[in-house]
C-alpha cells in the first residue's frame, strides 16, 4: 500500500525532473510546462480528426464524391488547426522546435490522410494533368478553403480557456502577417520552393524507396525553414489563408498575389518541369538501374 500511495509523488517528482511539471501554478494549470499543453492541443485535434474520418467512412460510399469532400474537409481542418498551435511552438521556442512538430505531422499525415491533400493546388495539378475536371478541382478547392476558414473558431476555444501563459490573450489578439519582403518578392519565394517541393515529391512518388516519405517531409521542412522568415514557407494557399489572411501588415491583394497566386504558379510549373524531358530520362535511368 505504502508503494502505491508513493507512485504519485514520484511520478510528479520525475515529471518535474524533466520540465512537464514544476511551472508557475499561477499561470499553468497544475503547474504544466506550456510546450506539453501545446502537445495535448496538437494531439486532441489528431484525435478528433481520426474520428471524424471515421465517420465519413462509416457513413458514406467508397465511391461518393461526398467522402471525398468531407475527407479534405477534415484534413484541411486538422492541417490548420495544428499549425495553429505550432505558431505557438515557434513564438516560444523557435524555428528549430517549430521544424521538429512539422517534420513528425507532416509523416504522420501521410500515413492517415489517404487520397485528401489539404491542399487546393494538388487538384489543380490533377486538372491540369487531365486526371480530373475543373469542376471537380474547384469543388475540392471550396471545401478546403471552406475548412480553413471556419477552423480557427475551434482554435479559438481552446486558447480562451488560457491553460497557460503562452495562450494568454491569444484567442483574442490581432494576428501579424509573416510576409517580410515585398509581394512580388514573396510570391517568388513560395513559386519557387513550392515548385522544388512539388518536383521532389513527385520523383519521390515514383521512386518509391522504403524511405522516400520520410525524405519527402524532411525535404519539404526544410524548405519551410529556409522561407520562414521571407514568407513564413506555407506553401499551402489554404493553410496560409487561415492563419494569415486579414493579419496587420498585409493587404488581401498581398496576400493573395504571394500565397495562392505565388504557390500555385509553382505547383503548376512543377507539372511542367516533372514531364520534361531531363526528368522523366532521370526517372528512365532510376528504373534501368
Not at 501545446?38 to 471524424?52: K, M
Not at 511542367?272 to 531531363?278: G, K, M, P, V, Y
Amino acid at each position: 500500500m505504502k508503494s502505491n500511495a508513493g507512485f504519485p509523488k514520484l511520478l510528479a517528482r520525475a515529471l518535474k525532473n524533466v520540465g512537464i511539471l514544476g511551472n508557475s501554478k499561477k499561470h499553468n494549470v497544475f503547474g504544466l510546462h506550456p510546450l506539453a499543453v501545446s502537445v495535448i492541443y496538437i494531439l486532441l485535434t489528431l484525435y478528433i480528426a481520426s474520428q471524424l474520418r471515421k465517420l465519413v467512412t462509416a457513413f458514406t460510399r467508397s465511391d461518393s464524391p461526398a467522402r471525398q469532400l468531407l475527407l479534405e474537409f477534415v484534413a484541411t481542418f486538422e492541417l490548420c488547426a495544428a499549425c495553429f498551435e505550432l505558431i505557438i511552438v515557434a513564438d516560444n521556442w523557435g524555428v528549430n522546435a517549430y521544424a521538429l512538430f512539422l517534420l513528425l505531422l507532416t509523416i504522420w499525415w501521410s500515413t492517415k490522410w489517404g487520397e485528401a491533400t489539404a491542399c487546393p493546388y494538388c487538384p489543380m495539378e490533377e486538372a491540369f494533368a487531365g486526371l480530373r475536371t475543373w469542376k471537380s478541382a474547384l469543388n475540392i478547392i471550396g471545401v478546403q478553403l471552406m475548412a480553413a476558414l471556419t477552423t480557427f473558431k475551434y482554435v479559438q476555444v481552446l486558447w480562451a480557456i488560457e491553460l497557460v501563459e503562452t495562450h494568454k490573450d491569444k484567442a483574442y489578439e490581432e494576428c501579424s502577417a509573416d510576409l517580410q519582403v515585398d509581394m512580388v518578392m514573396g510570391a517568388i519565394v513560395e513559386c519557387v520552393l513550392t515548385c522544388l517541393c512539388r518536383v521532389i515529391s513527385k520523383i519521390l512518388a515514383v521512386k518509391a524507396f522504403r524511405c522516400s516519405g520520410f525524405v519527402d517531409a524532411t525535404f519539404a521542412t526544410v524548405m519551410v525553414v529556409l522561407a520562414f522568415n521571407i514568407s513564413g514557407g506555407y506553401f499551402n494557399p489554404a493553410l496560409a489563408t487561415s492563419l494569415k489572411f486579414g493579419c496587420v501588415g498585409n493587404t488581401a491583394l498581398e496576400h493573395i498575389v504571394t500565397y495562392w497566386i505565388g504557390s500555385c504558379t509553382g505547383a503548376l510549373l512543377s507539372c511542367i518541369i516533372f514531364e520534361s524531358n531531363a526528368v522523366q530520362n532521370f526517372l528512365k535511368r532510376g528504373k534501368e538501374e
